[in-house]
């Protein structure tokens, strides 16, 4: 899962809980590598497969952030080119080796990037794939802010996420396991309003809010950018 730099000039980062350090949480990430699919693979394979899906309705070249292991390639079966990226270099050596496995030739390149400074031009893509990460960077907004520049007007951000609670004992729960939870590489608590504060003033509509497993705690979301 790709993570960001610190940032202290947002004014939005106020929001933010406990930070997440970006070198604590690639290492986090690099030692999750090896059991990374065992783990995590069952429990996020239907928010995969609809985020592919999603992915594949708008077609052309798609961006993946946070493309980890690569547990999601093969599922991008009729995608023009697929570029995905990570901050940990762990995972992606599995997913170089998932990608020559499978022979998966739509897949155009594999990098090391960081999520909050994406080294792509403006409007390179025609679909940004986030895949339980927005979560997991320093900075989430700053990281939205890089998935709707690279994207192409009228082309979609397709989220997959944990959604917080926004009050009752699951909240309290939430912010209580944060220190913890940090250390392993993610928010525990991230709102629906988060989302909605930020495409407010950005330049997407969000166009579809699902419920995904397990317990309804994950959601996939669907923002369009908007034409110029």
Do not use: C
């Amino acid at each position: 899962m790709a993570l960001g730099t610190q940032s202290t000039g947002s004014p939005r980062a106020a929001t933010l809980g406990p930070d997440l350090d970006r070198d604590g949480v690639a290492k986090a990430y690099g030692r999750w590598a090896p059991v990374y699919d065992l783990v995590f693979g069952p429990v996020f394979a239907q928010g995969r497969t609809l985020a592919a899906a999603a992915a594949e309705r708008i077609g052309g070249r798609v961006l993946e952030v946070g493309v980890g292991t690569g547990l999601s390639l093969p599922a991008y079966r009729r995608a023009a080119s697929i570029v995905g990226i990570d901050i940990s270099a762990p995972m992606l050596e599995k997913a170089r080796s998932r990608v020559a496995r499978l022979g998966l030739r739509n897949v155009e390149r594999l990098a090391v990037m960081d999520a909050e400074h994406l080294d792509f031009s403006d409007a390179s893509f025609d679909v940004v794939v986030a895949q339980y990460v927005v979560t997991a960077v320093p900075n989430p907004e700053q990281a939205l802010d890089e998935f709707a520049r690279v994207l192409r007007p009228g082309g979609e951000i397709v989220i997959t996420t944990r959604i917080g609670a926004e009050g009752g004992l699951r909240r309290l729960i939430e912010h209580t396991l944060m220190p913890v939870t940090s250390r392993l590489g993610w928010r525990t608590e991230f709102s629906w309003d988060r989302y909605a504060a930020w495409a407010a003033t950005a330049p997407v509509e969000v166009v579809e809010r699902r419920a995904l497993p397990p317990l309804g705690h994950f959601s996939l979301i669907r923002l369009r950018k908007r034409d110029a």
